[in-house]
């Protein structure tokens, strides 16, 4: 019995130093949780917030470009139906 | 139809990359400091400011390129090429000085250090290409060629930025960071890197495809006006 529990506490101990020194590593620093993951989300919020207003604005744009298309070929068609 | 369907293409890009790219990034483990502690989860803003700011060069660049060819030859192309690249800059730029000092407060204690070349040199680019912006929207008949100086100045900027660390004493680390990147960093790092370069890719085109229609509507309304089809 004593020989089981001898060797189960050594292979604790072994596993217990080779999770420490290698792959399990916390994935958020001692202390320091909330405000780098406030940092974090902020920073790439901030970024696809401001991508998705260029792509808005971009669309926009390109609708206000059909539209100018669309009054200029009915211009065309009848000059006396629309004067700008 | 063709515009609805490059949207469609790009909403879904960026949908994609709007889950996988963070989700691959924020789950990887954090790489260690060298008292052998991980670092702080802050860390995690280098993949997306490396990656923004990489963007915004990369734009500086393109829009140079194209103010070359409008210079040289009054191309209608280049200028398209020009001005999309230059709202780019715009927006990438932004980007990176408002991911930068995020990073910097919990990194360095502080949002801003008026001392750091590269922070200044940084801001200083960015505030050219939104010049650049507000000379081709207010400047009238012409201002394409200052507009296009403007963009090859800032071009020179670039590799002050870059090269700042290597010159002046500053608060960002000397050296090549992304040569000597921690093991645990480097799959993360190129990832976000390439999944960033994409986006630029999406947006830029969908700019220029803006640009190129807005010109040939221009183009239609002139040839439209001299041929006396339309009362103005």
Known sequence: ?84 | MKRDGLFGIAIALLAVAFVLVPSWILAAPLPLNPNGLPMAYAQKIFYFHVAVAWCAFLSVFVCAGGSVFQLAKRSPRGDAVAIAAAELVVVFGLCTLVTGPLWARKEWGVWWVWKDVRLVTMLILWITFLAYLFVRRYGGPGSEQLASGLALFGAVNVPIVYLSVFFWRTQHPQGKVVGSLDPAMRAPFWLSLAAFSILYGVLFFLRLHLERQRQRLAEAQLAAQDAGLVRW
């Open chain 1, 1 to 84: 019995m004593k020989t089981l529990l001898c060797l189960l506490l050594s292979t604790g101990l072994a596993l217990a130093e080779e999770w420490k020194s290698a792959d399990l590593r916390p994935m958020m620093g001692p202390g320091e949780g909330f405000q780098s993951t406030t940092l974090v989300t902020a920073g790439y919020a901030f970024i696809w917030l401001l991508v998705l207003a260029f792509v808005t604005s971009v669309w926009l744009r390109s609708r206000r470009i059909d539209r100018e298309l669309r009054a200029l070929e009915e211009s065309i068609a009848d000059p006396s139906r629309v004067e700008r």
